[in-house]
């Protein structure tokens, strides 16, 4: 058997304020839990001056307990 317990994603977002909104939408997700965010801000360079940046996030997520798995999950994804 196997169960999937765990993920981490990585976003790219415009601006902090999206990055703000994004943490927020994944710690009220009832879907899993938020084990941890963090993000970093990338600048965007052409003949070494900055011309944008972008924002990097990194979000772990829980979707079941390890030790006393509860839950069966199967993960779609769609591009």
Known sequence: MKILLNDVHTYRVDTV???????QDLKENPA????????KTKY????????GEY????AKIMF???KEPTADVIVSYEV
Not at 32 to 39: A, E, G, R
Not at 44 to 51: A, G, L, N
């Open 44 to 51: 965007i360079k052409e003949k070494k001056e900055i011309v």
């Open 17 to 23: 304020e999206e990055v703000e909104q994004l943490h």
């Open 32 to 39: 899993f839990t938020l084990v941890s965010f963090s993000y």
């Open 55 to 58: 924002q990097l996030v990194t």
């Open 64 to 66: 079941t307990d390890e």
